[in-house]
């Protein structure tokens, strides 16, 4: 059964940077509509960003100026890059997204399990 796959995490330093990325886990989907989420420990889940099939982009307060969520078509991946970390960023990140198979149906709604970002000196 085809999944959404995240990947990129890490453990990095305060002012750092990371680049996650999402995928479908069989290359035959293409990733549509897609939705970065993260979730702290105790915290509720949150969006922090989301692109659209046509590229247009829209981010969290606490994000804008230093994530940049993008999409490469060919590569069928979702990118989110983060500049200027901090230790509130820290969470495990999400990725939401429809998945389009090669034959052009949609499958709404996947997510993946999640990869950890950790923000501390």
């Known amino acids: 059964q085809v999944q959404l796959v995240e990947s990129g995490g890490g453990l990095v330093q305060p002012g750092g940077s990371l680049n996650l990325s999402c995928a479908a886990s069989e290359s035959s989907f293409s990733i549509s509509g897609t939705g970065w989420y993260r979730q702290a420990p105790g915290k509720q889940r949150e969006l922090v960003a989301t692109i659209t099939d046509g590229g247009s982009t829209n981010y969290a307060d606490s994000v804008k100026g230093r994530f940049t969520v993008s999409r490469d078509n060919i590569k069928k991946t979702v990118t989110l890059l983060m500049n200027s970390l901090k230790p509130e960023d820290t969470a495990v990140y999400y990725c939401?997204?429809?998945?389009?198979?090669?034959?052009?149906?949609?499958?709404?709604?996947?997510w993946g399990r999640g990869t950890q970002v950790t923000v501390s000196a």
């Open positions: 939401n997204a429809g998945l389009i198979s090669r034959g052009g149906t949609y499958y709404t709604n996947y």
